[in-house]
């Protein structure tokens, strides 16, 4: 079953990298959206400074959203789902590895970003580690949440639309406490108990999406 | 062994068959013929267990295949009517991708005979997109050269969009597989002799 997992993780890179404009428009997305707001509000650093975790978090909503409506869609319509479902291994462990493909691809540059386009907003250096981590337990979330609307959507018109109003409450959660881990450092309480919870929902989503999600796809596929 | 029992399926309000029951032993080889929409390709996809059927149940050896899920699809090689091509990748990537799913990991250089067999020798390296319709096909049906070892293979449309010389080849690895004692479930619109111990014919619509 591992060579198997392997394989797909493989292929799932090859392809990104073979059509890296696809990534880099997603990236490029939250690299703009979130350095919008410095020069539409104006140099006022205490203001920037407030608005810094919000800001961020949701352009790495939306650029996941982005990405999402390309996770299944190409290989639903030209039959290489079908040989997914058909696979030696276990559809969900499948999904487990399409979606930590989709993470590498989508969610990883994010947080490798983050820091940088923080100076932006002139965050305190002493929450830069605060910012990654928060990210970097929460963008999986959102790959994983993100991939039951991806199979759910499969094969729909205006699919993409659908998608987000699907999806999007289901962040609400991983926003409000990506955020405010952020929040609490700055006011110095300290994040751990947001850590925490993240990675609390990160091992929930981690043993219940998968199941969903290889749901979802034996639906679209029938 | 594979059984239908009582096999039905629809399409909207549309029955496109119902009451359908055969099985499938070592060697026997099952050609589903019908006109354009008549449920050949349905029938297929509730054979692999990609469809459920709206009524009786599809068996491997005695079990009902819905519940078998993964330890049925190892027995099975699927070639559906979509090519489950990536242009992106190239024709030998795509057979390894194809055949690691299916749990048989072949060697490369096991692949690049594959695909010679199915006369593309030569365009191993080129990617999916360069290829042309029948090449693609051909591409596809390089996986019936490597997966001897599946018993039972269910084949959607495999003449189509080939050329004689390919046609050939593809009845050749067919007749095969019937010989070394496989199962071979096809669709076709072709008259296209393949000599079997036994053969059962369908026709739907």
């Not at chain 1, 880099?24 to 407030?50: C, D, Q, Y």
């Not at chain 1, 580690?129 to 999986?140: A, E, M, N, R």
């Not at chain 1, 850590?195 to 990160?202: K, M, N």
């Not at chain 2, 039905?8 to 068959?17: C, D």
């Amino acid at each position: 079953m591992l060579p198997i997992l392997r394989t797909v993780i493989r292929r799932d890179l090859l392809l990104a990298w073979r059509r890296r404009s696809d990534v880099a428009t997603a990236v490029l997305f939250f690299v703009i959206v979130v350095s919008l707001f410095p020069l539409g509000i104006g140099a006022e650093p205490n203001l920037l400074r407030a608005i810094a975790p919000g800001v961020i978090w949701v352009a790495a909503l939306l650029a996941c959203m982005l990405s999402l409506t390309r996770m299944f869609a190409s290989d639903h319509a030209d039959g290489t789902l079908d040989q997914m479902l058909l696979s030696a291994a276990p559809l969900g462990m499948i999904v487990v590895a399409r979606v930590f493909a989709h993470w590498v691809v989508s969610g990883l540059p994010l947080v490798v970003l983050s820091p940088v386009l923080a100076l932006q907003f002139d965050l305190d250096q002493s929450l830069l580690g605060v910012l990654v981590l928060s990210l970097l337990l929460g963008t999986p979330i959102l790959s994983l949440v993100g991939a039951i609307g991806a199979a759910l959507t499969l094969g729909l018109r205006g699919g993409g639309f659908l998608l987000a109003l699907l999806v999007l409450p289901l962040y609400v959660p991983v926003l409000i406490i990506g955020a405010g881990a952020l929040d609490a450092a700055a006011a110095g309480l300290g994040p751990a108990a947001h850590f925490l919870v993240l990675a609390g929902l990160l091992v929930l989503a981690s043993a219940f999406t998968p199941w969903a999600i290889a749901a979802a796809l034996r639906i679209s596929a029938e | 062994m594979l059984e239908a029992h009582d096999l039905a399926a629809t399409r909207g309000e549309n029955t496109l068959f119902s009451g359908l029951a055969f099985s499938l032993v070592r060697g026997a080889l099952l050609r589903v013929s019908g006109a354009n929409g008549s449920g050949k390709t349905s029938l297929l996809r509730a054979l692999c267990g990609l469809l459920a059927p709206s009524a009786g149940e599809v068996r491997w050896n005695g079990e009902n295949i819905r519940r078998l899920r993964e330890d049925y699809a190892t027995h099975l090689l699927y070639v559906g009517h979509a090519d489950a091509l990536k242009d992106d990748l190239t024709v030998a990537e795509n057979l390894e991708v194809a055949c690691s799913l299916a749990g048989l990991p072949v060697s490369a250089s096991r692949a690049t005979a594959a695909i010679e067999a199915l006369g593309l020798g030569g365009r191993e390296q080129l990617p999916a997109r360069a290829l042309s319709q029948g090449q693609r096909r051909r591409a596809v049906l390089a996986r019936l050269a490597v997966s001897e070892s599946l018993p039972l293979w269910i084949l959607d449309e495999p003449f189509a969009a080939l050329d004689a010389a390919a046609v050939e080849r593809v009845r050749s690895l067919v007749g095969g597989h019937l010989a070394r004692g496989g199962m071979v479930v096809l669709t076709t619109h072709q008259e296209a002799r393949i000599d079997a111990p036994s053969a059962t014919d369908i026709q739907l619509g």
